[in-house]
């Protein structure tokens, strides 16, 4: 499906009859999509490049092995599933509804902004250098992820354990984490400014040498997510 077929498709009301709930191959780069519907389909290995969408319906779609980049999404409703996905440089910001399910994907310089309600449901997920501002992150089952150099502004974190994840070089600045239960997580070289609900003696090894899951010591890191970026640019997409 070329990128020209995959746009119709969203503007339309209905999927048309002949598309049995499954798009595969497919790129969608530099446009704004307004009102549109991505309907109770399946997206496998599509690219989204330099999009705008604002007031549209992401809601029950799933996306396999796809990837977002200069993607800003506003107003908009996201209850979909995400697995494999990657997403760079893009943008949430005051949705409707943010329900996020995903596995396996990676977050690296995104933006969420200004949401009420975002649950973060992931599991052996990556965070890397995202900015979460003025966002409530609630309800959310948050498992065996990695967070490096996000910045957490303002946020409201409610019933959202951050049990077996690792949490690195991260900012919180007026951070209030409501009905947390921190066991098992890693929190090395965080800083906290103004920022109520991290109990300290919870916290495991903050001052002490950390290694992650993928067996990786935490000073290689960041080269980590330098070859993981220049894979994506290089590739296109997800290898």
Known sequence: MNSYDLKILLQQKKAPKEIVNFIKNGCLDGDKLLSVNFHNLTYENISFFNLSITDSDLSKSTFLNSLFKNTKFSNSEI???????????????NMKICLINNENCQFINCTFIGIDKLILNSYNSSFIKNQFNEVSITNSQIKSSLFLENDFIETKITNSPFQTNNFFENNFFKVKNVKANNYFAVFYKNVYEKTTGFEKDLLQHEDDKCYVVQGLKFDNLKNYTKQLVTLIDKKGGIK
């Open 79 to 93: 209850m979909g599933k995400f697995t494999k996905c990657v997403f760079m440089n893009c943008t949430f910001e």
